[in-house]
């Protein structure tokens, strides 16, 4: 059903961009492992109802492991992420970690998919849009070579996580158990994380009034938890539901709505690349869709 999975992978890339939004003005007052391992315990506590409510433990099964393997793999591919942000330029950076969208296209082609020729355009259109949509600065950028490695490193990470939970549940009920094993997993790796880090010297908290600062952020941090495991949902929702080739492009046009959120919230000026990017992911889109 090709309608579903646009609506559902266009619905990811919705929740994706928002939560990436979020998370980003979050992590300029808290620190960024922080950020996540709260979200991701709002995103456990909520989703432990859920099952607990749906039965859901019922549906467990070995193909959970896929559910680990995701919950292993996101946090690593965020912390090489912020890492890569932090070295810069973030216009290099941003667009470069996009381009894991190459990996699930890539299990979906080994797997027999095979896009009609307006599809295929379509996925060629779209990626490039959503490369420029990050706003990648071409000229006068230098780049540090590890900056680069974590990049691709992050983008990899982040197109594995796809891959995986598209392949951890069969039915509704049993994505709920996955996403609640993934976002377990997620707390677990992360949590881990933060004491290394605290340990080594790191901050937990903001410098000053610390815990009120969390506190204050909480319904924020939730939302970016509850996001981030929607957008997992509906993507999983849309692999199932058409070609992964078409699901994982139109998922991936999070950087289009984070660039968008920023405009609109922050007032931040669009640059002729970013532009030119979120146009032509728009017609990617529709060729997508139509193809």
């Not at 932090?86 to 082609?109: E, H, K, Q, R, Y």
């Not at 007032?267 to 193809?291: D, H, S, Y």
Request: hydrophobic content about 60%; proline content about 5%; charged content about 10%.
């Amino acid at each position: 059903m090709p309608g579903l999975t646009a609506l559902f992978a266009l619905a990811t890339s919705l929740m994706w961009g928002l939560a990436d939004f979020g998370g980003g003005l979050l992590t300029r007052r808290i620190p960024a492992l922080t950020v996540v391992v709260v979200s991701q315990c709002v995103a456990v506590a909520v989703l432990g109802v859920v099952v607990v409510a749906t039965g859901s433990w019922t549906e467990w099964g070995p193909q959970l492991w896929f559910a680990v393997g995701a919950g292993l793999v996101g946090p690593v591919a965020m912390l090489a992420f912020y890492k890569a942000l932090a070295l810069g330029p973030m216009g290099v950076v941003s667009p470069l970690g996009s381009l894991g969208v190459v990996v699930p296209v890539g299990v979906g082609l080994f797997l027999g998919e095979r896009p009609g020729p307006a599809q295929f355009a379509g996925i060629a259109v779209a990626v490039v849009g959503i490369v420029l949509a990050g706003g990648p600065e071409l000229r006068g950028a230098p780049v540090r070579r590890q900056a680069v490695l974590l990049t691709l490193l992050a983008a990899f990470g982040f197109g594995a996580v796809m891959a995986l939970i598209a392949e951890a549940s069969t039915t509704v009920t049993g994505l709920f158990l996955a996403l609640f094993v993934q976002r377990v997993t997620n707390v677990l790796a992360g949590g881990t994380a933060l004491y290394v880090s605290v340990r080594r010297g790191g901050r937990a908290l903001p410098e000053g009034t610390g815990m009120h600062i969390v506190w204050a952020a909480l319904p924020a941090l939730a939302f970016v938890g509850l996001a981030d495991v929607a957008a997992n949902g509906t993507y999983a929702m849309a692999a199932r539901s058409g070609p992964v080739t078409v699901a994982a492009v139109l998922a991936s046009l999070y950087p289009v709505v984070t660039a968008l959120a920023a405009r609109g919230v922050l007032k931040e000026r669009l640059r002729g690349v970013q532009a030119a990017g979120a146009g032509l992911a728009l017609v990617g889109t529709v060729l997508l869709a139509t193809g």
